[in-house]
Every structure is written in structure tokens, then in C-alpha cells.
């Protein structure tokens, strides 16, 4: 069916957003928050960033790796979703498991549901243009970001509810369930148009085909004008968000502990902290995705960069110079602003960048710059920590905060890389005769 024709109704947009709310559920409530709790927990607050930072290295490496072989996949097979709902189970089933023996086994699973979810957020991404259309794609993308953060709430608020300290075993069972169940209307209501020439999705010839065509991908910039160059930008700014993302808990609860409150009203103040995150992001989605459709991804990404610039500027000084906790809610209200940001016009930008019958081989090249960024990230940031506080016996703040100037640098390096990738649209046509 032409394009023209399509019917995109109400409840497949509803229930694409949905399941932005749910994986955030996860994203914030494991990954960002109470996972790294748990390790701090289990090792202390002096190894907590490097224990953690390795764990997420691993699980992110692994995703780096088999991101090409799935946005392959799912480019030859009938339909996108049952990728969907696997890779949703396999996270939530892990979850559940989590903090219930030694916290190697813990680290095993999160290793595991962190790459299911990571490879359910690529298979999500790509089915984008089945519930958008050109003119209406930033607005929806920016709905799903902000209703997606409403999930953020759902995670905090779990943990005001049950005692993170004592009772995290049922704490990441209550995440996964809630995870799943919010994500059930995505997999029965988004229709797909569906793949006309369905091929066998995997084997040895599907990986030599996938690997050759990445390297072809890569290789052929010329023929995608600024993918290469959005690409490599990509890594700086994705670097530098995904790994604030990952640490922004930990940081917060040793500022609280620097000022004088105890572990527990630490972690009380983090949650506070983040839910104030929570709140901008959510008004900056609406306001960035209204923007991305009026004056176009690149104009708004580059105010995003701006944005994020000053973030981690401040950010790294609270740190450096001990400054009061009450700093790190007015970097929270940026950061959250900043966040919804870069998801409202980073998708629709890649989009611009994109044949319409390539877009899961080339949302395979996008996820695996932004899973090697986040591999890079934590590694950086734990290196930094080592040196400084395992090492040269610095105060933990000194090394963090040092760590979070590292990523303004990274910002700074992508906006500079970006400057000249234009988001007019291609005629793909004409490429393709070049």
C-alpha cells in the first residue's frame, strides 16, 4: 500500500509510546538507579564506579558487537516484532532474577537483560515510520520521549514504596513485571506493513552478507551524504549522555554523603534529584519535538549540544568544589531538558540520513556507534576514578567530577564533528543512479 494510504490509528501510536513508559521503567529504574546502588552495596563506595563501569563495558560490548546482525535480521524477516517481544522477555525474565545471590551472579544477568534491552530498543526504533508519517515524525518521537519518561516516575516511585536498602530482590522483580505488562499493547496493536521478500534471517551466508554490507555501508559515505560524519558525532554526544545516565546515582549519593546526610538520606536525595530530571525531560520532549518538526533535527540537536555544554559544566564543578546539594537539582532540570532533547531530534536527524528500505541495516549502524560509545564511556569515566581515588587516594567527588569534565569535552568534539552534516532531505533515487 502506498505510503498516502496508509491508516496509522490512534491506539498503534498510543502503543508505541507505551512502550517507550515501559522500557524506561527498566532503563531508569536498573540501569540508572537501583542497579548501581547494589554494587556500591556489595564492593563499596571507593570501587563502586569502576565495578559498575566494567559490568556495563561488558554488557554494552556485547550489543556493539551483534548490532549489525540484528538490524540485518530484521531487515530480511517477515516482521520486526517478534524480535520485539524476545528480546523484551529475555530483559524482564533477567531482571527478575537479579540480586537474589552473589553479586557475581548479579552482574551475569544484568549483563544479559542490559543487551536484550538495548537490542528492544533498536528493534523499536525501527519501527518508527510504522506509526509516523514525514511531517508528523519529530512530534510523535517527541511524545513517546516524554511519555516514555513517565516511566522514570514509576521506577523512582518504587523506591519510595520498597526499602532499596533491604529488599532489592523484590524491587527488580516488581521493575520486570511492570516492564512487561506496560509493553503488552505494542506487541498485539502497532501493525506493520511487513517485509514483501522475506528472507531466511540467519545462517552463515546472512552473516557474510551482513558483515560485507556494513563495511560496504561504511565504506560508501560518499553515496549517504553526512552519515559517516552524524555517525562519529553520534559517538561523542551518546558517550558523553549515556554515561551521566549510568552514574548520575552514585554521584548524587556522594555529594548528599560529602554534605553531611547519611547513606540512606543519600539515596533519598538521589531519587528526589532524579525525579526533578524526570519532570524537565518530560516537558522537553513535547517542546523539542514540536521544534524538530518547525525548524528541522539538526538546528535542534546543535541547541541541545549547546544545552548539554553547560550541564556538565556546572555538573563537574559541584563535585570538584563541594559545592551544596541543591546544585545538582538545577543540573538535573538541564539534564532532563537536555535528554529529551537529543532522543526528539536524534531519530527523526538518523531518519533524514536513511534509505526507507535500509532502515534496519542503517538503525544497525546507529545503535552500534551508540552501544561502542557506551562501552567507551564507562571505561573512561572508571579509568578517571581508578587513577584518581583507587590509586592517588583523591576524594571520591575529586575523581568523579573530573571524570564528568571529560564528558563536556565529548559534547564539545560531536557538535564540532556535526557542524556540517546538513538534514535535507535526500532524494534517495538520484543516490542510488550515482
Not at 521503567?25 to 554494587?39: A, E, H, K, R
Not at 525501527?126 to 516514555?148: D, K, Q, W, Y
Not at 557506551?374 to 576524594?395: F, K, M, Q
Request: charged share 15%; with cysteine.
Amino acid at each position: 500500500m502506498p505510503p498516502a494510504e496508509r491508516v496509522i490509528t490512534r491506539r498503534a501510536v498510543a502503543s508505541w509510546v507505551l512502550y517507550d513508559l515501559a522500557n524506561t521503567i527498566f532503563s531508569m529504574g536498573v540501569v540508572s538507579m537501583y542497579f548501581s546502588l547494589y554494587i556500591g552495596d556489595a564492593v563499596g563506595a571507593e570501587r563502586a564506579d569502576r565495578v559498575y563501569g566494567l559490568i556495563t563495558a561488558v554488557s554494552m560490548g556485547i550489543i556493539f558487537v551483534v548490532s549489525p546482525l540484528l538490524g540485518a535480521m530484521t531487515d530480511r524477516a517477515a516482521r520486526r516484532m517478534p524480535f520485539l517481544v524476545w528480546s523484551t522477555v529475555i530483559c524482564c525474565a533477567c531482571t527478575a532474577l537479579l540480586a537474589r545471590g552473589p553479586y557475581a551472579v548479579s552482574a551475569v544477568l544484568f549483563v544479559v537483560a542490559n543487551a536484550a534491552y538495548q537490542a528492544g530498543l533498536q528493534f523499536y526504533d525501527a519501527m518508527l515510520p510504522e506509526v509516523t508519517t514525514e511531517e508528523n515524525r519529530g512530534r510523535i518521537g517527541g511524545i513517546g520521549v516524554s511519555v516514555g519518561y513517565l516511566g522514570s516516575y514509576i521506577a523512582v516511585g518504587l523506591g519510595f514504596l520498597v526499602n532499596t536498602k533491604t529488599q532489592k530482590p523484590l524491587l527488580f522483580a516488581i521493575i520486570a513485571a511492570v516492564f512487561f505488562a506496560v509493553a503488552i499493547p505494542c506487541f498485539f496493536f502497532v501493525r506493520e506493513r511487513g517485509n514483501p521478500r522475506p528472507r531466511r534471517i540467519f545462517g552463515l551466508q546472512m552473516i557474510r552478507e551482513s558483515t560485507a554490507q556494513t563495511l560496504a555501508t561504511l565504506k560508501s559515505g560518499r553515496r549517504y551524504p553526512g552519515l559517516l560524519r552524524f555517525l562519529l558525532g553520534r559517538v561523542f554526544y551518546t558517550d558523553a549522555i549515556n554515561t551521566v545516565i549510568a552514574y548520575m546515582t552514585l554521584y548524587t549519593v556522594n555529594v548528599a554523603v560529602a554534605t553531611g546526610l547519611t547513606a540512606a538520606r543519600g539515596e533519598d536525595q538521589a531519587k528526589l534529584v532524579l525525579m526533578s530530571a524526570i519532570t524537565c525531560a518530560i516537558a522537553g520532549g513535547f517542546a523539542w519535538g514540536w521544534l524538530v518538526d518547525r525548524i528541522g533535527p539538526k538546528r535542534t540537536l546543535d541547541l541541545v549540544l549547546y544545552l548539554w555544554m553547560l550541564t556538565f559544566g556546572i555538573a563537574g564543578f559541584v563535585g570538584l568544589l563541594r559545592l551544596p546539594i541543591g546544585w545538582l537539582y538545577l543540573v538535573a532540570c538541564m539534564a532532563g531538558v537536555g535528554m529529551g532533547g537529543v532522543w526528539a531530534s536524534d531519530r527523526p536527524y538518523m531518519l533524514r540520513l536513511t534509505p526507507p528500505d535500509r532502515v534496519g541495516e542503517f538503525y544497525g549502524l546507529y545503535g552500534m556507534v551508540g552501544r561502542f560509545s557506551a562501552v567507551t564511556g564507562p571505561v573512561l569515566w572508571s579509568a578517571i576514578t581508578y587513577l584518581l581515588v583507587e590509586r592517588g587516594g583523591r576524594h571520591v567527588l575529586t575523581g568523579q567530577g573530573v571524570a564528568i569534565l571529560s564528558l563536556l569535552a565529548m559534547v564539545i568534539v560531536s557538535f564540532l564533528i556535526l557542524r556540517k552534516v546538513s538534514d535535507q532531505r535526500r532524494d534517495w533515487e538520484a543516490l542510488r543512479a550515482a
